[in-house]
């Protein structure tokens, strides 16, 4: 899984597989959720995890919407996730979330918001990417080499897809099949990338 920031845009890319080394229990399994209108959410990990752990951030979000009477921003939610992972850090849950989101910054203008978290809630936010999952080290030079700074969701596009399906071909513990979730302050876009093993 990666996300990338754009110019007004964010970019989420995963694969479908879901696996216990290497027996695949599932060939289409979904690991990104949308937050609200400006955030989304990957999770890599255990299954039930990651079910369990985006049940509990909709009950949180859903609560803050309650209390404050807004939805909650992208920095601030990632902010959530970190202390939601620490407050379980004796028995924490064994997945790696990936947030992706757009805060607003002035008119028309949107600040993008990339994290990566390690399993008891330490926030690492580059702003450029963030990988998580399996193939994350085989990523790293992929993002490294293609990503550039201020690219439109179309050139977002290409960019991440060519990085995820890079890795899928080095690693046979992902694959199955990609989705590429791209998040523009107008709307939230999923494309499906065919892979190797469609």
């Not at 994350?136 to 969701?153: R, S, T």
Request: contains cysteine; negative net charge.
């Amino acid at each position: 899984m990666v996300a990338m920031a754009g110019k007004n845009c964010v970019a989420i890319a995963t694969d479908t597989r879901l696996g216990a080394d290497l027996l695949t229990v599932d060939g289409n399994f979904q690991r990104v959720f949308k937050v609200n209108d400006k955030t989304i959410m990957g999770i890599s990990g255990l299954g039930t995890d990651v079910q369990t752990f985006n049940s509990l951030m909709k009950f949180k979000t859903n609560l803050y919407s309650l209390n404050e009477g807004r939805q909650i921003k992208a920095g601030t939610f990632s902010k959530l996730v970190s202390t939601t992972l620490y407050e379980k850090r004796w028995g924490p849950y064994f997945v790696s979330p990936l947030v992706a989101g757009l805060d607003k910054v002035g008119e028309g203008e949107y600040q993008p918001v990339i994290c990566n978290y390690d399993s008891i809630g330490y926030r690492e936010h580059s702003g450029n990417f963030e990988v998580a999952g399996t193939g994350a080290e085989l990523l790293y030079g992929c993002c490294e080499a293609f990503y550039k700074d201020d690219m439109g969701p179309e050139e977002l596009f290409e960019v991440i897809s060519n990085c995820l399906l890079s890795a899928l071909d080095r690693d046979s513990l992902s694959g199955w099949g990609a989705y590429v979730y791209i998040l523009t302050p107008e709307e939230l876009t999923v494309r499906a990338l065919k892979t190797r093993q469609d």
